[in-house]
């Protein structure tokens, strides 16, 4: 009889006298020393013991020929896999000779939950290993095949973490658009080692998603839209040219715009004829925006049109997507952290989750877009210079002096010119020269209530030259569409903000509201460097639940939500 043999009759003979012995199997059970030599796990009615695990090869050819179904991670994927069997002893994990394990059974589990979570469970092999588990062990299939098995399960969890913590994004840019993921040290072989046998793994991965109530909101709406019978249909309304929408405007794309607007709940009856653009049109078009939280104008602008456009199945898609974004940047902000959400125009401010302050916000236009990427506050300048970049200077500045026919413009504007280090007299040099372009010319504005930069900024600790800072074009603020600026991020409230950051700061006189805006207002520049750690993340979250649990979305204004879906739909064929 071989040793296999006698644990196969070792364990018939344990199993009707598992009454007697449970309080001390259960005590074994609790114990790390047994894991994985042993393994012994309820299972409802029986327990098994001595379920022996199985040897694995751990050579790097073994591994070539696992399945990992996404080729962006497939490598990283592969390597991750055997380094974990590496520091496991070179045993199996979810499977036994005899038995399959508690964990496995677990993992199935989990894979029908992330549906939720806007995951496909056959991107991680869910059917075709459940199906090979089971026909594995009715068949009695030989060891080789069941540890091959394994492997290909330990692939599939090691790329699920993978997707959870750093998502399923490719790309860096999209065209002008830079998306920074933050940095990601989550260790998924690693994780997957320090399972313990009685710790469900359901634990893990839910430890992996976004713990804030948004997340959770976000995840329970779209459990629900998935659920629902879906309005796909397209009823588009798409105007060559919005600016034809006036006051008499004929064409068959007016009539169009009726039903559009009649589906959403907003019939405009014809005064005469629907293709005639008429008084009652243009109401009910206000009517719509102001409904949208636009400003009720009239005109037939990009962000009514988007809205107009929407249907159930985009918004599902949002919700999906949104979800996707927020776990990429589920990244630790400590207890004190600042939030930008792009297509919103607000920074909120928060201590300890709790909202301290929130303000409007101008960001980058779709030309010089704000990145999306997370920082730390460095320090915060009051009365700053701005050092203008080259980019601003020779795309805007110099074609400006040439076109008005002053080079004194700036200077008078309180600019001083340098070139080489040294001040120069801008009515010296002929702008109009197209040599002047390989020139590097340097135009530092001083501080002031006019200065670019307002009277005051906020430092981050990012190389792409993009912060936080006051401006003296407070109209801005008033519209709803904000995406007006060079790429840095302008504050409604500067002072507000800047005393948030600065109150906790030792100082013989404390950091009150006033003293920022005596400081504001002084007439020296002044750097202080916040007590207080405070993390930041300029984000994309173009749906969201709003305070009421209402879904709110927001305009696409760099048009990355096509892009960034087609990223994770292919993964649903």
């Known amino acids: 009889m071989t040793y296999s043999d006698m644990n196969h009759l070792k364990l018939k003979l344990i199993i009707p006298l598992l009454g007697v012995f449970s309080l001390c199997l259960q005590n074994c059970k609790n114990d790390p020393a047994s894991h994985p030599e042993s393994s012994l796990r309820e299972t409802g009615e029986e327990f098994y013991t001595e379920a022996l695990t199985m040897v694995v090869d751990t050579s790097v050819t073994s591994f070539e020929n696992i399945p990992v179904l996404d080729n962006a991670y497939q490598k990283g994927i592969l390597s991750d896999t055997r380094t974990y069997y590496v520091l496991n002893g070179g045993k199996t994990r979810w499977l036994y000779q005899d038995i399959p394990s508690r964990l496995f059974a677990e993992y199935m589990q989990v894979l029908d939950s992330i549906d939720n979570d806007g995951l496909n469970p056959e991107t991680y092999r869910q059917t075709p290993l459940k199906k090979a588990v089971d026909s594995a062990y009715v ?245 700053p210079t701005w050092s203008v970049p080259q980019s601003i200077i020779k795309r805007e500045m110099i074609p400006q002096m040439v076109a008005q026919g002053d080079p004194e413009k700036y200077k008078k504007r309180g600019y001083t010119l340098y070139e080489k280090g040294k001040k120069i007299d801008p009515t010296q040099v002929n702008w109009s ?85 005596e400081t504001m207002h002084g007439n020296r520049s002044l750097r202080v460097t916040p007590k207080t750690n405070f993390k930041l993340n300029i984000l994309y979250y173009t749906a969201f639940i709003d305070d009421q649990g209402a879904l709110v979305i927001k305009n696409d204004i760099y048009d990355l939500d096509s892009e960034q879906l087609k990223e994770i739909k292919r993964f649903e064929s």
């Open 139 to 383: 068949h009695k299939a030989d060891e080789s095949y069941k540890v091959q098995l394994d492997k290909e399960i330990t692939a599939s969890f090691l790329l699920l973490t993978k997707h959870l913590t750093n998502g399923r994004f490719l790309k860096k840019t999209y065209g002008k658009h830079s998306w920074l993921k933050p940095k990601n040290t989550y260790n998924n072989a690693e994780a997957l080692l320090k399972i313990a046998d009685t710790i469900p793994l359901s634990q893990l991965i839910t430890s992996l998603l976004p713990a804030n109530p948004q997340y959770q909101q976000m995840k329970n709406l779209y459990r629900q839209l998935k659920n629902q019978t879906l309005d796909s249909a397209n009823t588009a309304v798409n105007f060559a040219n919005p600016k034809d929408f006036v006051y008499g405007y004929t064409a068959p794309i007016v009539a169009q715009l009726r039903e559009g607007l009649k589906a959403k709940g907003f019939e405009a009856l014809p005064e005469t004829d629907a293709q005639i653009v008429d008084s009652t049109l243009i109401k009910t078009v206000q009517q719509f925006q102001q409904s949208k939280g636009l400003t009720p104008d009239g005109v037939l602008g990009k962000q009514t049109l988007y809205y107009l456009n929407m249907n159930s199945q985009r918004e599902r898609d949002l919700v999906q997507l949104n979800m996707e974004r927020m776990r990429v940047f589920n990244n630790p902000l400590g207890d004190s952290y600042a939030i930008v959400n792009i297509p919103d125009f607000q920074l909120s401010l928060f201590h300890k989750d709790s909202l301290l302050f929130k303000t409007r916000v101008v960001v980058g236009k779709t030309e010089t877009p704000t990145p999306i990427f997370t920082d730390s506050i460095k320090y915060v300048e009051f009365r």
């Open 433 to 517: 020269d197209p040599s002047v372009h390989k020139r590097a010319f340097f135009f530092v504005e001083a501080p002031s209530a006019r200065n670019s930069l307002g009277l005051v900024k906020f430092i981050l600790s990012n190389d792409m030259s993009i912060y936080l800072h006051d401006t003296p074009s407070k109209h801005f603020f008033e519209r709803d569409y904000r995406a007006l600026s060079h790429g840095c991020v302008r504050v409604q409230n500067p002072e507000q903000l800047a005393y948030f950051l600065l109150r906790d700061e030792a100082s013989d006189t404390p950091w009150t509201l006033e003293k920022v805006t």
